[in-house]
């Protein structure tokens, strides 16, 4: 897994399993058996993602050896979020150049 | 402006513009105009050159506020005049592969109440390439990777 913080998190994130696996534990702790009912897969393959997404900080686990829940830790979410914000603030911008120059022009018809 | 993100991989940004499909698509399609608006300032756009039909060359030239010059090119894949327009940065000319296949860029125009719904559409082959591409734009500041934001903030 890349070094640094927001690469892992983008990683983790690029699977539509983990990040179902999330959107449950957003309502909620959950274990292993509970967040792997809704997929057709094993428990090892729905462990093997936990880890995923345990190493990239955005789930927590519990210690005790039986029921050991997930839990959701929202931080690194955040940051990638914040992070895809300013990238589409950038896009954003390029809308309004495209629409200030539009302006410009219909003002120019108009003469 | 409302804008969502459907996948990771994807990004998407709409607006109702105020001015009728056939111009905005012109802004898009025309030399003369994608110049004005293209480069956010200080940067300008120095030379375009348009071949606006599937598989025809698409190139900018962006100039940094140094006086660096970044050339960029891409292929149009589909082109249907005022309604809607797809590039990719995955060939620089019919069909030779670039170096690093990053985004193809899907934008249309659609009449909405005497305006423009003007929809642009950023899908990337892979989450990671769009992560690295943010990052190196936003952390490192304006260089080689700019012109590549730059390019990606042209599917708007």
Known sequence: LPDDPLSTTFAALADPTRRAILARLSKGEASVNDLAAPFKMSLPAVSKHLKVLERAGLITRGREAQWRPCKLKPEPMKQATDWLEEYRKYWEESFDRLEAYLEELQKEDEK | MSDKTNETHELVLTRLMNAPRAKVYECWTNEEHIVKWFAPKPWTTPFAKLDVRPG??????MRSPEGVDYPNSGVYLEVIPNEKLVWTDAY?????????????????????????????????????????????GFHEGWGQCATQLEELAATL
């Open chain 2, 56 to 61: 025809g060359t698409q190139q900018f030239t």
């Open chain 2, 92 to 136: 620089t000319s019919a069909w030779v592969p670039s170096a690093k296949p990053f985004f193809t860029a899907i934008l249309t125009f659609a009449d909405e109440g005497g305006k423009t719904r003007y929809t642009a559409t950023a899908r990337h082959w892979r989450v990671e390439d769009l992560e690295a591409h943010v990052k190196m």
